[in-house]
């Protein structure tokens, strides 16, 4: 657990905690530098195998919307200028 959590603190500060807390804020207009960029995406997917892995609890629901709102971010924002 500890490697996932200097990833956060030092890759990404944006993928700490489970993330529906920012997906609603980003669903409600708010405008978050980083939130679903490609390195938070990265560092959520590495930090959750690693810390279930590591068989902490751990609740998968919020980090899969936050995950699923980055690949629906990064979608969009590849296939802008289709």
């Known amino acids: ?3 996932a959590g200097l990833m956060v603190e030092v890759l990404a500060p944006r993928a700490a905690g489970s993330g529906m ?18 390195t938070t ?25 936050h995950m699923g709102a980055c690949v629906g971010s990064l979608c969009t924002h590849a296939f802008a200028r289709f």
């Open 41 to 65: 995406l990265s560092v959520k997917v590495v930090g959750l195998i690693m810390v279930a892995g590591s068989g902490l609890a751990l609740g998968t629901e919020g980090p899969m919307i």
């Open 1 to 3: 657990a500890l490697p």
């Open 21 to 38: 807390a920012s997906v609603l804020l980003l669903l409600n207009g708010t405008f978050i530098p980083k939130a679903t960029s490609f």
